[in-house]
């Protein structure tokens, strides 16, 4: 991280712009693994993130790394908002958030209540193509599921695979909703945000040819009516 922070960044910096003394909040932030790089080409950054050992993580790391980030372990729905209201030139989310919420439309207004006027959002998730279309090795592609699904389901806490059975007995389900695109559009742009781009990007497992995530950058202006 320390030798190649950009790295760690992809091809989101060019999305991010130039955050050098920027304030850049990282929402669900999770163990630091872009608010650190982000922290190291200079930005000044904000995480917040439900997990108190996601902070732990984060925070020994940064220190390794010889950066300073905030970090403020709170649902994201219940942070002070007075407290951070137009404060920040990025809102950047990443890699598997918007599941999380069963409100979107409440939560693109904090997004947007985050936001310094001239402030942008930059969200990358997996594209809701997901919702009927699925891939396992075994199956290879299968069409299942219904894209305008509103109920909410439960499902394993992000990274549980990766814990020994023994453990993973003790973690909680969660509920996951799943989106589609035009409920997050409509959401991003009813809270009075700008879209600027929405860029679709295939899959990273040989199926190149369906999308596996998708980025979307909004800008808060002042809109004159
Ligand atoms: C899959 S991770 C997102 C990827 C993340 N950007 C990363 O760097 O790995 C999801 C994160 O969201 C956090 N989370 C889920 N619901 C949340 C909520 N309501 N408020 C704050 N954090 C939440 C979890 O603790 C977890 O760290």
Redesign the pocket.
Same mark, same amino acid.
Not at 82 to 99: M, N
Not at 138 to 145: A, N
């Given at each position: 991280m320390k030798s190649n922070p950009q790295k760690y960044l992809r091809k989101h910096l060019g999305y991010l712009g130039d955050v050098k003394g920027k304030r850049v909040a990282v929402l669900? $932030? *999770? #163990?630091g693994?872009?608010a650190i790089p982000l922290a190291l080409i200079g930005a000044s950054v904000t995480v &917040? +993130? !439900? #997990?108190e050992e996601?902070q732990r993580y984060a925070l020994e790391v940064a220190k390794e790394a010889g950066v300073e980030i905030e970090y403020i372990v *709170? +649902? &994201?729905?219940e942070i002070d908002i007075g407290k951070f209201i137009h404060s920040y030139d990025v809102v950047y989310l990443? $890699? $598997? !958030?918007l599941h999380?919420f069963a409100d979107l439309d409440s939560f693109a207004r904090i997004v947007y209540d985050l936001l310094k006027t001239g402030g942008r959002l930059v969200l990358n998730d997996f594209h809701p193509i997901r919702k009927f279309i699925q891939y396992t090795e075994d199956q290879g592609i299968e069409i299942k599921g219904d894209y305008f699904d509103s109920r909410l389901f439960e499902g394993a806490v992000?990274y549980k695979s990766m814990f020994p059975l023994s453990e993973q007995s003790e973690f909680p389900d969660c509920l996951l909703r799943f989106w589609n695109m035009g409920e997050i559009i409509s959401s991003v742009a009813a809270c009075g945000l700008v879209i600027e781009q929405l860029t679709e990007e295939p899959r990273a497992d040989g199926n190149h040819f369906l999308p596996g995530s998708f980025t979307l950058v909004a800008n808060k202006f002042i809109v004159q009516k």
């Amino acid at each position: 991280m320390k030798s190649n922070p950009q790295k760690y960044l992809r091809k989101h910096l060019g999305y991010l712009g130039d955050v050098k003394g920027k304030r850049v909040a990282v929402l669900l $932030g *999770s #163990s630091g693994r872009k608010a650190i790089p982000l922290a190291l080409i200079g930005a000044s950054v904000t995480v &917040v +993130d !439900i #997990s108190e050992e996601n902070q732990r993580y984060a925070l020994e790391v940064a220190k390794e790394a010889g950066v300073e980030i905030e970090y403020i372990v *709170s +649902d &994201v729905f219940e942070i002070d908002i007075g407290k951070f209201i137009h404060s920040y030139d990025v809102v950047y989310l990443e $890699g $598997g !958030i918007l599941h999380y919420f069963a409100d979107l439309d409440s939560f693109a207004r904090i997004v947007y209540d985050l936001l310094k006027t001239g402030g942008r959002l930059v969200l990358n998730d997996f594209h809701p193509i997901r919702k009927f279309i699925q891939y396992t090795e075994d199956q290879g592609i299968e069409i299942k599921g219904d894209y305008f699904d509103s109920r909410l389901f439960e499902g394993a806490v992000a990274y549980k695979s990766m814990f020994p059975l023994s453990e993973q007995s003790e973690f909680p389900d969660c509920l996951l909703r799943f989106w589609n695109m035009g409920e997050i559009i409509s959401s991003v742009a009813a809270c009075g945000l700008v879209i600027e781009q929405l860029t679709e990007e295939p899959r990273a497992d040989g199926n190149h040819f369906l999308p596996g995530s998708f980025t979307l950058v909004a800008n808060k202006f002042i809109v004159q009516k």
